[in-house]
């Protein structure tokens, strides 16, 4: 039965062991909340935050990661490990003893510093203002204490993801690894390799083969990365993202207790205790070197120089273990990593990026006076035209029109029908024979294809500003895009 007494007393004792980076947190947590609470300002509808502050909120996130390698020391320190099994601790208190540690030391001085910070530019955030002009108009020298609560409380949420991030990809990182060395550069590696991995990928193959761009309709895929905090304070998807990044930080950290549950002093110094993490951090990493390589078609330079890293990191991790012979057994395993790469692209073409080349604008996207439509189809040339050739100009339609939207709403219905009948077409470009191999690897196209572009804005009055509720860019062969085109030419005379 697990003892929050036993749990407390371990946590005491680690505190005891961390009174310096303990120290150091206080410090870096006390000047950065006192800093950007002072100096961050609200003038009308605009926040002026301190830059100095955020950057002193990102310095101490050092010690942070340095916390929690130091509180995970006996997983790959023999001395400290012999000490902590020796204590009256189960796995899971001892688990549970660090996480708390890793609290009292860094989470909560930081919960409590952002209170801070809030409060002191709630309270001095209306005493100066930055004035656009030299004269104080109403606007200029209002004070909404409402916008500067909104937009700290979103940056609090903010830095809480990254925080949690780095606790949770440190402290698996430290549970699945035996050696000091690799407990340090290895959770680095992993937290830039993921937080470029899943936005590269979605905007690869998104961008290969369902180049969609729907106002309202697309929800950023960057889950448990540090690139999904590059989020727009004013957004409630993004808020919604920065809380599921949270959760899913939080599921890890507990979830790495099961992991830690298998290690025991046998695996200490080994530099990768379980094979299968390093393997997964093999993959992460050599995919983004396989999408670098794809969207440079003759890059092989990048590819040697995956191949070779990734040749390197494994004779590190080796050590004594290493052989001439395995480096035959890598790449091997190298050449099969690209392959399952391979499979999954065309996985991903076959279904039109995963089902968003379907993706059509909501029904409330359709809001305004006036809607253009703009539809430009052109033949893709295997070979070079001079602009004095007799067939230069291979365009089949370059169609540009607007509808007028009444109370009738005819003409809505029928934007809204052209748009359906655009996104049932561009699916068909996944059946087209070569165009997988020609997006991927380039050279000659194949025969009969023809590049659409389909682009549509609502006009709002009364000051006529637009936005683009529909952005395509797709491939079809010369009979669906001979009907694409004569659809296009149809709106106008309202046979479509």
């Known amino acids: 039965m697990i003892s929050y007494t036993r749990i407390m007393k371990g946590s005491n004792a680690e505190l005891i062991a961390h009174k310096k980076t303990r120290i150091i947190s206080f410090i870096l947590l006390a000047f950065a ?53 020796s204590m009256p601790l189960s796995s899971t208190e001892r688990y549970f003893s660090r996480l708390l540690t890793i609290c009292r030391i860094w989470l909560i001085p930081f919960l409590i510093s952002a209170a801070a910070a809030i409060v002191l530019s709630a309270v001095f955030g209306g005493t100066h203002h930055s004035y656009s002009s030299p004269f104080r108009n109403a606007y200029s020298s209002t004070y909404h204490p409402e916008v500067l609560l909104e937009y700290d409380l979103h940056l609090l949420l903010w830095f809480l993801a990254a925080v949690l991030f780095i606790i949770a990809v440190t402290v698996v990182c430290q549970c699945c690894i035996g050696a000091k060395a690799e407990s340090r550069y290895l959770p680095v590696l992993m937290m830039i390799s993921l937080s470029a991995f899943s936005p590269a990928l979605f905007s690869f193959f998104s961008e290969k083969f369902a180049d969609i761009s729907v106002m309202g309709g697309s929800f950023y895929y960057s889950l448990w990365t540090f690139s999904a905090l590059s989020t727009d304070f004013d957004s409630v998807k993004d808020t919604i993202l920065l809380g599921v990044n949270c959760l899913i930080s939080l599921g890890v950290i507990f979830g790495g207790l099961f992991i830690c549950q298998k290690r ?52 590190v991790v080796s050590r004594k273990k290493f052989s001439l012979s395995k480096i035959g057994i890598w790449t091997g395993m190298f050449v099969v990593y690209y392959l399952i790469f391979l499979l999954f692209m065309y996985i991903a073409f076959l279904t039109g990026g995963f089902g968003l080349i379907g993706r059509t604008p909501a029904d409330n996207a359709y809001e305004g006076y006036k809607c253009n439509v703009d539809v430009q189809i052109y033949e893709v040339r295997s070979y070079h035209y001079s602009y004095f050739d007799d067939d230069y100009n291979n365009e089949l339609i370059d169609y540009d029109s607007d509808l007028l939207f009444t109370e009738s709403n005819e003409n809505r219905n029928k934007a809204e029908s052209f748009v359906e009948a655009v996104s049932s077409a561009a699916r068909k470009q996944s059946r087209i024979k070569g165009l997988y191999s020609y997006k991927m690897f380039g050279g000659k196209p194949p025969s009969n294809l023809y590049s659409c572009r389909v682009r549509i804005k609502m006009y709002e009055e009364p000051d006529n500003r637009y936005d683009y509720i529909y952005d395509a860019d797709f491939y079809l062969n010369k009979s669906d895009a001979e009907n694409l085109a004569r659809m296009a030419r149809e709106l106008d005379t309202g046979k479509y």
């Open 33 to 85: 909340a006192l800093i950007y609470g002072c100096a961050t300002s609200s003038r009308g509808d605009n926040v002026n935050p301190s830059p100095l502050g955020i950057f002193i909120y990102f310095v101490a996130l050092v010690p942070l990661f340095s916390c929690c390698s130091e509180v995970f020391k006996d997983m790959h320190d023999i001395p400290t490990a012999d000490v902590q099994m």
């Open 264 to 315: 025991d002093a046998r695996t200490v110094g080994k530099p990768i205790v379980f094979p299968l993490f390093f393997e997964i951090i093999m993959v992460i990493c050599l995919s983004l070197f396989f999408i670098l390589f794809h969207v440079e078609f003759d890059s092989f330079v990048v590819m040697f120089l995956a191949w070779l890293g990734s040749i390197i990191l494994r004779i």
